[in-house]
């Protein structure tokens, strides 16, 4: 696919300035990272992959930081009866969608020395949110490990230009700090 026009000359520019910047130098050491595993992120939208979380954090005496998840008291009765101490689950809900889940919690998890975690979400949009991931997380060094939970039989599979826009935004995300879905809807 070769793009021509404005569009093309402007994730060219973004991309050179992306390799010329050094946007990209941690994701290749993401790419490589072999640490264990030091947070379980859970991206938000259904309970169950809030269940899978917890046990995972339980088993792997692992803190949790829960994105976007179900409603805050829910979500701490769930912590209790998994008896997780709160102080070992984080709730956040500044994101509204998958690439928010992303771009409202790198920084900080950068700042707290992250380099490996578990991402919890539902396997109809594992595809989506793993490469979202990687390319906002790697922009950070932070590698990524997944794990899908069925949605069965509620699944929805996610429409390819999703995840190309996602995938894209990204890009652009790590490159401008600019959200390119702002950008066009502002400009609509």
């Known amino acids: 696919m070769r793009l021509r026009g404005p569009g093309g000359i402007v994730i060219g520019v973004?991309?050179?300035w992306g390799l010329v910047s050094g946007s990209?130098?941690?994701y290749y050491q993401s790419f490589f990272n072999n640490e264990p595993a030091q947070v379980i992120l859970v991206l938000g939208g259904d309970?169950?992959?809030e269940y899978v979380g917890l046990k995972l954090a339980n088993e792997l005496k692992l803190p949790l930081l829960i994105s976007g998840g179900s409603n805050p008291e829910h979500a701490e009765w769930l912590v209790d009866e998994f008896g997780i101490p709160r102080s070992l689950v984080r709730l956040d809900y500044r994101a509204s969608d998958t690439f928010g889940?992303?771009?409202?919690l790198v920084d900080d998890l950068y700042k707290k020395g992250v380099t490996h975690l578990i991402l919890v979400?539902?396997?109809d949009h594992f595809a989506r949110a793993?490469?979202?991931?990687q390319v906002i997380a790697g922009s950070k060094g932070i590698r990524l490990s997944?794990?899908?939970v069925s949605c069965a039989p509620l699944c929805q599979k996610e429409s390819l230009y999703k995840r190309i826009f996602d995938g894209i935004r990204s890009i652009v995300w790590v490159v401008a700090k600019i959200d390119l879905k702002i950008l066009i809807y502002n400009q609509l």
């Open 14 to 16: 973004l991309s050179l």
């Open 24 to 26: 990209f130098r941690l």
């Open 47 to 49: 309970v169950d992959r």
């Open 101 to 104: 889940n992303f771009t409202s």
């Open 121 to 123: 979400t539902s396997s």
């Open 130 to 133: 793993i490469s979202v991931g």
């Open 146 to 148: 997944g794990v899908a």
